[in-house]
């Protein structure tokens, strides 16, 4: 993951900067995938496949590698999750994010998992 770090540090002028270059890159992942996901099937498994290795990050650690790099380079205690949280009336502690991260991540794969074995079928 250092390297993700030193890439983005070279698109940007600052540590803070960097960081929010990767937060944006981040949220529009975390929203795009899902969609390419569902609309592409060829990149199905190539999708779940890549995302296996995160998956596993997100449930042992509690906690996103990407995420660790933004906060570190922006230095804002500020995630992609906390939209989410503070849309269920929620507020953003680490706590909540870290629940969240396993739950949206377990979720994520399962539904993966389970609509590529339909589509199979």
Excluded: W
């Excluded at 960081?19 to 992942?29: D, Q, V």
């Amino acid at each position: 993951m250092e390297t993700l770090e030193v890439a983005v540090l070279q698109l940007a002028d600052n540590k803070k900067e960097a960081g929010y270059l990767l937060y944006s890159a981040h949220m529009a992942a975390l929203l795009s995938f899902p969609v390419i996901f569902f609309l592409v099937p060829m990149l199905r498994i190539p999708i779940m496949i890549s995302f296996f290795p995160l998956f596993m990050y997100h449930l042992i650690y509690k906690r996103c590698p990407v995420t660790r790099i933004e906060r570190r380079l922006h230095g804002d205690d500020v995630t992609v999750l906390d939209p989410f949280i503070k849309l269920l009336g929620l507020n953003p502690t680490d706590t909540n994010r870290k629940t969240m991260q396993v739950f949206l991540s377990t979720v994520a794969m399962g539904v993966m998992i389970y609509y590529i074995s339909i589509k199979s079928t």
